[in-house]
């Protein structure tokens, strides 16, 4: 129960502050690339620092398993083509998220904001949720690690 | 001249309060560092695992909530992690909810209908497809990579390369 009621907090607040800082991690990299703009790209170069800080600092403190070492234990792909689908799956991510204007988290914000397009879009997103546990992801099961 | 007006505003707008936050809640390096902190605690502490680094994520989380919907009241057998198995993940529901509190607060909720709505959806359907092919969306390839995912890193790489791609691309067709 306390993780419906932490994972909505979490999303509160993560929603809040996304709409006012008009944040999007894939706008980072597309703002710079079109008109040198480094605010976005600060952003996403924060989230990366600062998770390393935090995994890094959760170590020690919480004595579990997480952020041993540099690279953690079980998530090496096995082989060449593991790491092709890999790179591979996230240019299509990458390609196809700049193609319609944002990041998945930052159309869940439009669409808070009131962005039509941005509700087609999760329609499209929660649909392909569900066809892709039914049908692809039993298909391709193996491929990824 | 505009250096100097802004320096003033500023200085004004020092004691109160609700300004200085305001700045704050605008500013993407905040936003960042808020969600890698919530990420580390929402995944240590509050329940969001077993999968690593799994605090913040929404299409991960998306794909949780929609099976986890589907399995509840269709009597489906769809894939559904161990975090959210039992209760749903709200994560989605969450993000909605607050950037739509966040434009009422603000004065700047408002229904814009920019047109190519087929398009976007699919758009929508093979993002998230390629999100879950690769284990998370770019938020959550971003919190993996600092949690030291190799594989986050290579999706990492990807998702880079193919933001390039799509703007070179689109800059040029606009030239054209």
């Not at chain 1, 999007?24 to 079109?34: A, E, F, K, N, P």
């Not at chain 1, 066809?131 to 039993?138: D, E, F, K, Q, R």
């Not at chain 2, 559904?80 to 509190?101: D, E, H, K, Y």
């Not at chain 2, 398009?119 to 359907?125: E, M, N």
Request: with cysteine.
């Amino acid at each position: 129960m306390i993780v419906s009621f932490s994972s909505l907090a979490v999303g509160l607040i993560v929603g809040y502050l996304a709409q006012r800082s008009r944040m999007c991690t894939i706008g980072g990299l597309r703002d710079y690339v079109l008109v040198r703009d480094t605010a976005l790209l600060k952003g996403v170069g924060a989230m990366l620092l600062g998770s390393w800080v935090v995994f890094g600092a959760l170590h020690p403190i919480a004595s579990s398993d997480v952020g041993r070492g540099l690279i953690a234990a079980g998530t090496t792909p096995t082989g060449l083509r593991a790491v092709a689908a890999i790179v591979l799956g996230g240019l299509v991510l990458g390609l196809v998220a700049t193609l319609s204007g944002a990041c998945p988290l930052r159309q869940h914000v439009l669409a808070g904001q009131g962005r039509v397009g941005a509700w087609a879009f999760l329609a499209g997103f929660y649909l392909a949720a569900v066809v892709y546990t039914s049908w692809i992801s039993p298909s391709i099961g193996s491929w990824v690690i | 001249m505009t250096a100097g007006t802004a320096t003033r505003q500023r200085k004004s707008a020092e004691g109160n309060f609700g300004v200085r936050t305001g700045r704050w809640a605008r500013s993407a390096i905040v936003y960042g560092i808020v969600v890698a902190v919530l990420a580390g605690v929402a995944g240590q502490w509050l329940g969001v695992s077993p999968p690593a680094a799994y605090g913040i994520c929404s299409a991960c989380h998306g794909r949780d909530l929609s099976n986890w919907i589907l399995n509840h009241s269709e009597g489906a057998r769809l894939f559904v992690t161990a975090a959210g198995a039992s209760w749903p993940l709200l994560t989605v529901v969450g993000l909605v909810l607050g950037s739509f509190l966040a434009s009422i607060r603000n004065e700047e909720f408002a229904s814009i209908n920019l047109g190519g709505n087929v398009r976007q959806f699919a758009f929508g359907a093979v993002v998230m497809c390629a999100a879950l092919f690769v284990g998370g969306c770019p938020t959550r390839i971003i919190i993996r990579t600092g949690y030291g995912d190799l594989a986050g890193v290579l999706a990492l790489g990807g998702v880079a390369t193919g933001v390039v791609i799509a703007t070179l691309s689109l800059r040029w067709a606009a030239r054209r």
